[in-house]
């Protein structure tokens, strides 16, 4: 490892860029020792790139997981792409100081500089090979969840959480039939799919809404039930308040 592994330029007047001080503004010192941590954490990973696991990036931080996805996702400082991200400032710093670096090697120092270039390019070809690694796992990714396969059953619970007025599992099979009976297509399931809740094929039910609505409230009566007689409320007085509580809950989940 080279002895400027570690090493990549700051401004010193960093502070003063318009992003950096909506920063300060919003989360003070902190957030601008914690994003300058992050750009160090960059700087280690070949081709200057990261994946957004907040909760790991949290703990090798040793700080909240709120303020990192924050940080990354808030100002502008980094870009972010399908489970990625990385800061152009950083990449384009660490070119230029590349860039000086073949430059220098390149000059005829005496010295060990053979070495030192052998090395160097080393340590390119494995970056490359991290970064084409790392681009093959992105395309297969954005492939995968484009795929009929990737509608899992965690997808479309998430369907059904935003699509209350009908039953997602059940278009789900009814919109395979489809493709199976006219061959159909396409280059994203997902999407197709997301249209087809919302196409006159669709139908529309109650079922989920009413479901959703008897489980929040048997949880409002047992969560109210429980606080008053912990107070040791009347009977009448536990009943009074479960159904004010069913009633609020209820007008919550009714469109």
């Not at 601008?32 to 700087?43: H, M, S, V």
């Not at 599992?169 to 249209?195: H, I, P, S, V, W």
């Not at 109650?206 to 047992?222: Q, S």
């Amino acid at each position: 490892m080279g002895k400027d592994a570690y090493y990549f330029s700051h401004d010193s007047n960093a502070q003063n860029d318009p992003k950096i001080i909506k920063l300060l503004f919003n989360h003070g010192w902190e957030g601008y020792g914690i994003y300058w941590a992050i750009i160090e954490k960059l700087r280690n990973e070949p081709n200057y790139i990261m994946e957004t696991n907040y909760d790991m990036l949290s703990y090798a931080l040793r700080c909240g997981t709120d303020i990192i996805k924050s940080i990354i996702e808030g100002f502008d400082l980094f870009e972010i792409d399908d489970g990625f991200f990385y800061s152009i400032s950083l990449k384009n710093r660490m070119e230029k100081m590349n860039n000086i670096r073949d430059i220098r090697a390149k000059s005829g120092r005496k010295g060990g500089k053979s070495q030192a270039k052998a090395k160097q390019n080393t340590s390119k070809t494995q970056a490359l090979k991290e970064s084409k690694r790392k681009e093959i796992k992105l395309n297969k990714s954005k492939i995968y969840n484009k795929s009929l396969e990737s509608i899992d059953k965690i997808y479309l619970d998430e369907l059904q959480n935003s699509n209350l007025d009908v039953n997602v599992e059940k278009q789900f099979e009814l919109f395979r039939d489809y493709l199976d009976a006219n061959g159909k297509t396409y280059k994203d399931y997902r999407a197709g799919f997301r249209t087809w809740l919302k196409s006159p094929y669709c139908e529309k039910t109650t079922e989920i809404r009413d479901k959703r609505n008897k489980e929040v409230e048997m949880k409002a009566r047992v969560v109210k039930r429980q606080r008053l007689e912990k107070n040791s409320a009347s009977p009448e007085e536990i009943r009074a308040e479960v159904d004010k509580a069913i009633g609020k809950i209820s007008r919550k989940y009714t469109v």
